[in-house]
Nanobody, 123 residues
Framework: VQLQACGGGLVQAGGSLRLSCAASGRAFSTYTMGWFRQAPGKEREFVAC????????YYADSVKGRFTISRDNAKNTLYLQLTSLKPEDTAIYYC?????????????????WGQGTLVTVSS
């Protein structure tokens, strides 16, 4: 699978953004999909994931209540709505496909990493 994230940008604290992730290839609708992020000088961290049907979602504690993950299987697209943004949300955001039975927040269980999209939140 090939994944391409977009929708990042510069936003003031308290603002909102909507990230999209377009998937090419077959079987997008049969996989759990996730969002991860990597801030400058820090390790990549889990943000959110969504089951193949969209019925189950998980969020990192740091974004719970502020970010919403969703998907449109008909369009092979994954979304991440970011609201109430904080400067500490500044990072490159990546989408990925969960291909193994590892933990939902383990980046090693995912593949298809693309270039990511940069989100910068100013204070």
């Amino acid at each position: 699978v090939q994944l391409q994230a977009c929708g990042g940008g510069l936003v003031q604290a308290g603002g909102s953004l909507r990230l999209s992730c377009a998937a090419s290839g077959r079987a997008f609708s049969t996989y759990t999909m996730g969002w991860f992020r990597q801030a400058p000088g820090k390790e990549r961290e889990f943000v959110a994931c969504i089951s193949w049907s969209g019925g189950i979602t998980y969020y990192a504690d740091s974004v719970k209540g502020r970010f919403t993950i969703s998907r449109d299987n008909a369009k092979n697209t994954l979304y991440l709505q970011l609201t109430s943004l904080k400067p500490e949300d500044t990072a490159i955001y990546y989408c990925a496909r969960k291909y193994s039975r590892g933990s939902y927040d383990d980046g090693g269980a995912y593949d298809g990493w693309g270039q990511g999209t940069l989100v910068t939140v100013s204070s």
